[in-house]
Structure formats: C-alpha cells, structure tokens
C-alpha cells in the first residue's frame, strides 16, 4: 500500500502574508515536495476580501500546485471543530482539526491560537517565518529579499516580527 503524501494545509494568515509580499507564487515552491492545500472554510475567509479572492481564484485556475479542498469532518472530529470554535476562528479550527485527524502540516502565524493545540496533537505547523526560513536556507530568497517579505507584510498592515532571518531558529524538523 502506498504512503499518502503530507499536505501542508494553509490558514488565511499565511496565504495573506504572501500575497501582501507579491511572493505568493513562491510559497508552493519552498516545499515542492508537499501537496498545499487550502480548505473551504479558509477560502471563504479570504474570498471576503475581492482582490484576494480575485488572486486566489486565477492561482487555482492557472496553477495546480495548491489545491482547495473541501473540510467535512464527522463524528468526534465534528464534535472537535465546533468545540475549537468557541475559541478560535473558523478556517483555524477547521485546519487544526483536518491536521489532526490526516497527519498532515499546518500553515499558520497564530502562534497564541494554535501552538498548544499543535502540541498536545502532535501537530507539525509552520509559522510565515518558518517558511521565510526554508525559502532562505533552500536558496529561494537572499536574505535581503526576506526583510522586503517581513517589511512588505508589515507595510499592508499586518503584523510579522522583522528579524535578520540569518538568525532566526526555526524548531521545525519537516
């Protein structure tokens, strides 16, 4: 029987800082080895937004390095998504909760929403600095282009730590 492949399954935080940095087509590449996947539940958070959800759109039309897939958990899993909720948003306990139950990566800078989470489920997650990182150390960014990611992030409002990604320690073994 065949190994499925691990899916690193993107929450909105991520896929925005990408998208706010113009290196959204970058991402898929830093781990070509893994499926991307966005979820339902992620993809309507992001469609709020027409411009992201224009880009997003054209990605999944003329790309297929990313994938968007429907959440439809059941049972327990069910019970867990709803239980998540009362804490965390929608597309985060949605991906938490898929990644739990398939063994799969999470994509999300919520560190305060889902480290614990990740933790006690034995859940591998990948924070945008994380991925800045790999990009970094796979030689698919210089490190002058990751200060323009973090900056670009910030400029557009979102809030990323500007750091010398030189520097940065990822805990991640992936």
């Known amino acids: 029987m065949e190994r499925k492949k691990t899916k690193i399954v993107l929450d909105a ?12 087509s970058l991402l898929p590449e830093i781990f070509p080895e893994y499926e991307y996947v966005v979820l339902d539940i992620v993809y309507n958070e992001i469609s709020k937004n027409n411009k992201t959800k224009t880009f997003i759109d054209n990605y999944f039309l003329y790309f297929h390095k990313l994938k968007k897939e429907t959440f439809a958990p059941k049972g327990e899993s069910m019970k ?16 938490m909760v898929y990644c739990r139950d398939n063994q799969d990566v999470l994509g999300s800078s919520n560190l305060k929403d889902i480290k614990d989470y990740c933790l006690k489920n034995n859940i591998t997650y990948l924070t945008t600095l994380d991925f800045l ?22 400029n557009a409002g979102s809030k990323l730590p500007i750091i010398d990604i030189t520097q940065y320690t990822c805990t991640v073994q992936i």
Do not use: P, W
Request: net charge negative; with cysteine.
């Open 13 to 24: 935080d991520v896929i925005i800082h990408f998208i706010e940095a113009n290196s959204f």
């Open 80 to 95: 867990e998504y709803f239980l998540l909720q009362r804490t965390f948003g929608k597309g985060e306990s949605a991906c």
């Open 133 to 154: 990182y790999f990009a970094y150390c796979r030689k698919k960014m210089t490190q002058q282009e990751c200060s323009e990611f973090m900056q670009a992030v910030n």
